[in-house]
């Protein structure tokens, strides 16, 4: 089956710094999506990839649908306490089962 | 616009009862995302209901069935409930799968 391999799986950066995270696949996804979840609640999207090379922004966020369509990076510029949480990536085949496959997760932790 | 919801918030049980959690999807949503997340772990899906019907299912055991009600609104049932059945159920809406806050069912 479908699976994605998301890195770093942690992370402990200084308030300020920038951070990198990606995933692969050894499938390919016509979507990709980029979650947040915060302790105990359900995950929030971030961003929503549609095209091969698609580059997109959100605030400080910045994610990329890679050209193979097996891959996409998030990237955050000036990290802030408050991005303090599990950032997950997830993609999607359109059409068929329609479900998403999600990566294991990065927990992002920012020194303040 | 109200959010997807889920209810109840915490769920309780003991191994060998049976579990049911309810979602309700956004206005105008037809469709509704079952996800099982375990402790420290991704999200795995279990179940896809559309317009009623159930669309697909993910690869869990049939003791894990649901339904969706004509006003799409879903039930997660879980029978003869196992320790290893504890975990965060999350509900998604249709569209870009907004997510509600979870069911968090604790199987002691």
């Known amino acids: 089956g479908q699976q994605l391999n998301q890195s770093p799986q942690s992370m402990f950066i200084q308030e300020g710094e920038d951070v990198s995270m990606n995933c692969t696949s050894s499938?390919?996804?016509?979507?990709w999506l980029w979650y947040k979840q915060d302790p105990g609640e359900g995950p929030v999207l971030l961003i929503a990839?549609?095209?091969?090379?698609e580059l997109t922004s959100n605030g400080r966020l910045t994610a990329q649908f890679g050209i193979t369509r097996k891959d996409s990076f998030l990237n955050i510029s000036a990290s802030i306490p408050s991005d303090v949480g599990i950032y997950f990536c997830?993609?999607?085949?359109?059409?068929?089962?329609?479900?998403?496959?999600f990566g294991s997760g990065t927990r992002l932790q920012v020194q303040p | 616009e109200a959010g997807v919801t889920q209810s109840p918030t915490h769920l309780i049980k003991t191994r060998g009862q049976q579990a049911t959690l309810r979602c309700s999807p956004i206005?105008?949503?037809?469709?509704v995302y079952w996800y099982q997340q375990a402790l420290g772990l991704g999200l795995q899906f279990l179940l896809w209901?559309?317009?009623?019907?159930?669309?697909n299912r993910g690869n869990f055991p049939p003791r894990f069935s649901g339904r969706q009600f004509p006003n799409y609104s879903s039930e997660l049932n879980v029978n003869a409930l196992e320790l290893e059945d504890s975990a965060l159920y999350l509900c998604?809406?249709?569209?870009?799968?907004?997510f509600g806050p979870g069911t968090r069912l604790t199987v002691t």
């Open positions: 998604a809406s249709s569209g870009r799968q907004y």
């Open positions: 499938s390919i996804f016509n979507t």
């Open positions: 990839l549609y095209k091969a090379g």
């Open positions: 997830a993609g999607l085949v359109v059409p068929g089962r329609r479900a998403l496959t």
């Open positions: 206005s105008g949503h037809t469709s």
């Open positions: 209901y559309d317009e009623g019907e159930e669309r």
